[in-house]
């Protein structure tokens, strides 16, 4: 499959889903993995968590400028999987543009709030798996398609 159907096929899977997995490591070396609503993922597929700065993920995004996001979609059997570098934003314009009444629950302190940022994802690295697609590359049903940050663009990785 050629890299920009594949890129397709990942958008189309992590469009179609409300929740991931946001993956980070943890000061012991342990990756610590929870269930986020991310916003939609940019056309250049930078993602944005909206979080509080008293989170564990906060602390350690900022300590090692990483996270992951892995998406696995059921009903296509395939997985979608973000790697890449992240940093945490204050963008209250943005609070305010996707602010819900339910976010109040977490972040009582509303939009205004400098506490509730954003854990902001830009990949370097996608992974796409999908049984229903058939993207599974040799060995085949063992490995997935791996996509690399080329400058503006992505290139086919082996695995």
């Not at 892995?70 to 602010?99: C, F, M, N, P």
């Not at 976010?103 to 229903?132: M, Q």
Request: net charge negative; proline share 5%; with cysteine.
């Amino acid at each position: 499959m050629a890299i920009e159907q594949l890129l397709e096929l990942a958008r189309k899977l992590v469009d179609e889903l409300t929740f991931c997995v946001a993956v980070t490591q943890g000061d012991n070396g342990d990756l610590n993995a929870r269930i986020v609503q991310p916003l939609r993922v940019r056309d250049d597929w930078t993602v944005d968590v909206l979080t509080n700065l008293r989170c564990r993920k906060v602390r350690e995004i900022r300590r090692t400028g990483r996270m992951t996001l892995l998406y696995q979609h059921d009903a296509d059997k395939s997985y979608v999987t973000l790697i890449g570098r992240a940093e945490i934003v204050e963008d209250r314009e943005l609070k305010r543009a996707i602010w819900q009444p339910g976010h109040d629950r977490w972040n009582p302190g509303g939009p205004e709030d400098p506490a509730t940022v954003f854990a902001r994802l830009v990949p370097y690295r996608i992974e796409l798996w999908s049984a229903v697609h058939d993207v599974m590359p040799e060995p085949h049903g063992y490995s997935a398609a791996v996509l690399l940050r080329n400058g503006s663009g992505w290139s086919y990785a082996e695995t």
